[in-house]
């Protein structure tokens, strides 16, 4: 076995810093990655953005050898791969996507025991050609784990069951001592035990994490007439990449098209597009080419954009598992996103009649059970989305999990709505559906209670009824969510023969003999805007985060990476806020890893400093706590904002004596600024402070006499040559030195 050359940490913490820029472990990942460091079997149950991936990726570089991912989908791998060489991590992939010659050249990698970690499909990894690959892997360099990502791809229970995944076990037969790491985010119980079951996982350390996903925003909003327009404001206001989702392929097409009339940025998304179509729309979401995504649900499941910061239900979803997956693909980062889910009846129509068309094609019967199934499941999306309780405690009940409600980030919790005495209404209603002898749907009887003139009405001489009119004080809208209410609290019954037929019932009767108080609550008329005004403080930072957003996908395409690879929004954030003018206050933002800073902290630096003189905001003067960047290179002299500064202007152009003017100091320091400047290695124009001939003559003589004083080379070249000449060369022949060293 080689034995790893990973350097040494004293704490698990340093480790996490150095790789990943964070400062500390999000809940549960710790004592995950000390139960992987002691060989420990493991199943991690994580909610999407939980931080399942540094869960095996942090032992990987810790442990020897090499560790196997197994990761069912391509394009997914790709973007982690480049995402942890990002980081300065060695990591590949192996998937049919390459050609032999790379699969030859990072097999050989891999055997050189320089990779730690491989993504491969687990079609490849069981085929017969790649196991033994995989016997001299573990010869040569060790197996250090397998991590199965996705594991719920291991039961039928779960949503997206693959066979493939099922002989993944004989792993386990192939080599008894490696241990085995199953992730997911599906949270139920019967998945979860199947997975245990199906991996033959052995006395498994396991994690469950809650499945309270903190930072987004849940709100259910009333789909009336005129929610486009509604639609349209809040894409407009809400900053960032968002998701919407469509129940049909035509919808999607419709409403990308309505939103590309408005000058929004938006693709769609269905199983309808061509795969290439598919993938680049998808592609250019994720680099962020394309600001919203219209899609039906077959659009999300393994794309990795952490900074989603929308999702918008436009239709219903099927069932409130789906709801929590779909929605949760909004702010994997953790930064504050939305859910919202627009709430129409005449979706739950749609529904029921789908569910409805739920027949056994051979016999033409019904499936009984599917049918009672999705009913169930229909009926759960529309308790949450009706419920005046904290949504959060309504989806985490659903997976079984307890919460005392009161989260402060849904709409019930911020804005609860008191239910109101609708008692009155409640008894014109019900005796409405008396006087029309129970014949008829709940649109009819809205028409005479607020005292229609159409053709039904008169034809069946509804209009001479003494309930006809008595509803003008309603619109039609609040009188249906009346209706709604009193079936769902069982106090009316409807038929489900398709047609609808409201009918009375004991509770009815109660009611109309003012019996029993019924209570509605109503939902808001306008939504309030939220962060309607934000302070002054906060706008600057707003800015400074727009224009960083810029400066990252600017490197991003240059790179040819999606803008998240470079950094998280979370730590763009931070910058904005915090705006760090040092490589050493830039090293302490969380995302900055080691590679990073060196990478991109002078660009990001500069950007900010620039943002600062623009708008005016005082430079802070950090020389005094800067300190030697041991990390980011060894020996070179400490840097801070002042430095950058002249650097700027440098760049821009100027020359030093103008650089002194603007900066109102004295020529002697601007010179002392590009000496530091060029012995870190920052990228000063010296051709244009020294003529190349006069570089040549003056390196010469520092060869001659040495680099460590000026005066000797002073005199050795004479007077024709300035001190401040041979200060600068003498920075880039230092700066070299050191490099080499
Ligand atoms: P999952 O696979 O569970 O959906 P990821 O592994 O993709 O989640 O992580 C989600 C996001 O959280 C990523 O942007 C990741 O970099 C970030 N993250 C993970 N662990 C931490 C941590 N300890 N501190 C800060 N951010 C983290
Ligand atoms: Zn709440």
Redesign the pocket.
């Given at each position: 076995m080689i034995a790893s050359t990973t350097p040494s940490f004293e704490t698990l913490e340093q480790a996490?810093k150095h790789y990943?820029?964070?400062?500390?472990?999000?809940p549960g990942?710790r004592a995950v990655v000390e139960a992987a460091i002691a060989q420990r079997d493991l199943m991690v149950i994580?909610?999407?953005?939980?931080?399942?991936?540094?869960?095996y990726?942090l032992p990987a570089l810790l442990k020897a050898g090499l560790t196997i991912v197994v990761s069912p989908l391509i394009a997914l791998m790709q973007d982690?791969v480049q995402?942890l060489q990002d980081n300065g991590v060695e990591a590949t992939f192996l998937n049919s996507s390459l050609g032999l010659a790379d699969t030859r050249q990072r097999e050989a990698a891999i055997l050189a025991g320089s990779i730690k970690l491989l993504y491969v499909a687990p079609e490849r990894l069981l085929s017969e050609s790649f196991l033994p690959f995989l016997d001299q892997v573990h010869q040569q360099v060790g197996i250090a784990g397998f991590a199965i990502?996705e594991a719920h791809c291991v039961s039928e229970w779960g949503h997206d069951f693959r066979p493939e995944y099922r002989q993944l076990r004989s792993l386990r037969q192939r080599y008894p001592q490696v241990p085995m790491m199953a992730?997911t985010?599906t949270a139920t119980q019967r998945v979860q035990d199947d997975i245990l079951h199906q991996l033959d996982l052995r006395d498994p350390f396991v994690h469950v994490a809650s499945f309270n996903r903190t930072n987004l925003y849940y709100e259910v909003r009333p789909k009336q007439k005129g929610a486009y327009s509604e639609l349209l404001n809040l894409v407009r206001q809400t900053p960032g990449s968002g998701i919407i989702y469509c129940l049909s392929r035509k919808k999607v097409d419709e409403l990308t098209f309505r939103l590309q009339q408005d000058g929004i940025s938006v693709l769609p998304y269905h199983a309808g597009l061509s795969d290439k179509e598919r993938s680049e729309n998808q592609t250019r979401f994720i680099r962020d080419d394309v600001r919203l995504m219209v899609a039906t649900i077959a659009f999300g499941m393994g794309i990795?954009k952490?900074?989603v910061r929308f999702v918008i239900h436009y239709d219903l979803p099927r069932n409130l598992e789906s709801y929590y997956q779909e929605s949760g693909r909004a702010g994997?980062?953790?930064e504050p996103s939305s859910c919202i889910l627009f709430f129409s009846y005449a979706d739950i129509k749609t529904i029921d009649y789908l569910i409805a068309q739920k027949i056994n094609p051979q016999t033409g019967e019904p499936l009984e059970d599917e049918q009672r199934i999705a009913r169930q499941q229909l009926r759960q999306v529309i308790d949450y989305a009706e419920g005046t309780d904290c949504r959060r405690k309504i989806q985490l009940a659903y997976f079984g999990e307890s919460f005392a409600g009161g989260c402060n980030n849904c709409d019930n919790c911020l804005r609860p709505r008191p239910a109101e005495d609708w008692t009155i209404e409640a008894m014109k209603f019900l005796s409405c559906v008396a006087r029309t002898k129970e014949r008829f749907g709940m649109g009819h009887i809205i028409d005479v209670l607020r005292g229609s003139r159409n053709q039904k009405v008169l034809q069946h001489r509804h209009d001479e009824l003494s309930t006809y009119g008595i509803g003008k004080d309603h619109s039609a809208e609040a009188w249906k969510i009346l209706g709604r209410s009193l079936l769902h609290q069982g106090l009316l019954d409807e038929t489900t023969d398709g047609y609808s037929i409201l009918k009375l019932n004991a509770q009815s009767w109660e009611v109309m003999r003012k019996q029993r108080p019924v209570f509605v609550t109503m939902p808001d008329r306008k939504p309030e805007a939220r962060d309607a005004t934000l302070p002054q403080r906060r706008e600057e930072a707003e800015r400074l985060f727009d224009r960083l957003r810029g400066l990252r996908k600017r490197i991003a395409d240059e790179q040819n990476v999606p803008p998240?690879v470079v950094f998280?929004d979370?730590s763009l954030r931070l910058m904005a806020q915090s705006m760090p003018q040092t490589l050493e206050e830039f090293g302490q933002i969380?995302?900055v890893g080691s590679r990073k800073l060196e990478q991109y902290g002078d660009r990001f630096i500069m950007e900010i400093i620039s943002f600062c003189q623009e708008r005016g905001i005082p430079l802070r003067n950090a020389a005094s706590s800067a300190k030697p960047q041991d990390d980011a290179s060894p020996g070179a002299p400490s840097l801070s904002s002042t430095h950058f500064y002249t650097l700027d202007l440098h760049l821009q152009g100027l020359s030093p004596e103008e650089i002194a003017e603007k900066r109102s100091s004295a020529l002697r320091t601007v010179y002392d600024h590009l000496e530091k400047l060029i012995e870190a290695g920052r990228d000063v124009d010296l051709d244009a402070l020294v003529p190349p001939e006069r570089q040549a003559v003056i390196e010469a003589a520092i060869a001659q006499v040495g680099a460590f004083a000026l005066k000797p080379i002073r005199e050795h070249l004479g007077e024709a040559y300035s001190y401040e000449e041979i200060r600068l060369v003498r920075a880039r022949w230092r700066s070299q030195s050191t490099a080499i060293d």
């Amino acid at each position: 076995m080689i034995a790893s050359t990973t350097p040494s940490f004293e704490t698990l913490e340093q480790a996490l810093k150095h790789y990943f820029g964070y400062d500390e472990f999000r809940p549960g990942q710790r004592a995950v990655v000390e139960a992987a460091i002691a060989q420990r079997d493991l199943m991690v149950i994580m909610p999407t953005g939980g931080g399942k991936s540094l869960c095996y990726q942090l032992p990987a570089l810790l442990k020897a050898g090499l560790t196997i991912v197994v990761s069912p989908l391509i394009a997914l791998m790709q973007d982690q791969v480049q995402a942890l060489q990002d980081n300065g991590v060695e990591a590949t992939f192996l998937n049919s996507s390459l050609g032999l010659a790379d699969t030859r050249q990072r097999e050989a990698a891999i055997l050189a025991g320089s990779i730690k970690l491989l993504y491969v499909a687990p079609e490849r990894l069981l085929s017969e050609s790649f196991l033994p690959f995989l016997d001299q892997v573990h010869q040569q360099v060790g197996i250090a784990g397998f991590a199965i990502d996705e594991a719920h791809c291991v039961s039928e229970w779960g949503h997206d069951f693959r066979p493939e995944y099922r002989q993944l076990r004989s792993l386990r037969q192939r080599y008894p001592q490696v241990p085995m790491m199953a992730l997911t985010a599906t949270a139920t119980q019967r998945v979860q035990d199947d997975i245990l079951h199906q991996l033959d996982l052995r006395d498994p350390f396991v994690h469950v994490a809650s499945f309270n996903r903190t930072n987004l925003y849940y709100e259910v909003r009333p789909k009336q007439k005129g929610a486009y327009s509604e639609l349209l404001n809040l894409v407009r206001q809400t900053p960032g990449s968002g998701i919407i989702y469509c129940l049909s392929r035509k919808k999607v097409d419709e409403l990308t098209f309505r939103l590309q009339q408005d000058g929004i940025s938006v693709l769609p998304y269905h199983a309808g597009l061509s795969d290439k179509e598919r993938s680049e729309n998808q592609t250019r979401f994720i680099r962020d080419d394309v600001r919203l995504m219209v899609a039906t649900i077959a659009f999300g499941m393994g794309i990795n954009k952490p900074d989603v910061r929308f999702v918008i239900h436009y239709d219903l979803p099927r069932n409130l598992e789906s709801y929590y997956q779909e929605s949760g693909r909004a702010g994997r980062d953790g930064e504050p996103s939305s859910c919202i889910l627009f709430f129409s009846y005449a979706d739950i129509k749609t529904i029921d009649y789908l569910i409805a068309q739920k027949i056994n094609p051979q016999t033409g019967e019904p499936l009984e059970d599917e049918q009672r199934i999705a009913r169930q499941q229909l009926r759960q999306v529309i308790d949450y989305a009706e419920g005046t309780d904290c949504r959060r405690k309504i989806q985490l009940a659903y997976f079984g999990e307890s919460f005392a409600g009161g989260c402060n980030n849904c709409d019930n919790c911020l804005r609860p709505r008191p239910a109101e005495d609708w008692t009155i209404e409640a008894m014109k209603f019900l005796s409405c559906v008396a006087r029309t002898k129970e014949r008829f749907g709940m649109g009819h009887i809205i028409d005479v209670l607020r005292g229609s003139r159409n053709q039904k009405v008169l034809q069946h001489r509804h209009d001479e009824l003494s309930t006809y009119g008595i509803g003008k004080d309603h619109s039609a809208e609040a009188w249906k969510i009346l209706g709604r209410s009193l079936l769902h609290q069982g106090l009316l019954d409807e038929t489900t023969d398709g047609y609808s037929i409201l009918k009375l019932n004991a509770q009815s009767w109660e009611v109309m003999r003012k019996q029993r108080p019924v209570f509605v609550t109503m939902p808001d008329r306008k939504p309030e805007a939220r962060d309607a005004t934000l302070p002054q403080r906060r706008e600057e930072a707003e800015r400074l985060f727009d224009r960083l957003r810029g400066l990252r996908k600017r490197i991003a395409d240059e790179q040819n990476v999606p803008p998240y690879v470079v950094f998280a929004d979370s730590s763009l954030r931070l910058m904005a806020q915090s705006m760090p003018q040092t490589l050493e206050e830039f090293g302490q933002i969380s995302g900055v890893g080691s590679r990073k800073l060196e990478q991109y902290g002078d660009r990001f630096i500069m950007e900010i400093i620039s943002f600062c003189q623009e708008r005016g905001i005082p430079l802070r003067n950090a020389a005094s706590s800067a300190k030697p960047q041991d990390d980011a290179s060894p020996g070179a002299p400490s840097l801070s904002s002042t430095h950058f500064y002249t650097l700027d202007l440098h760049l821009q152009g100027l020359s030093p004596e103008e650089i002194a003017e603007k900066r109102s100091s004295a020529l002697r320091t601007v010179y002392d600024h590009l000496e530091k400047l060029i012995e870190a290695g920052r990228d000063v124009d010296l051709d244009a402070l020294v003529p190349p001939e006069r570089q040549a003559v003056i390196e010469a003589a520092i060869a001659q006499v040495g680099a460590f004083a000026l005066k000797p080379i002073r005199e050795h070249l004479g007077e024709a040559y300035s001190y401040e000449e041979i200060r600068l060369v003498r920075a880039r022949w230092r700066s070299q030195s050191t490099a080499i060293d």
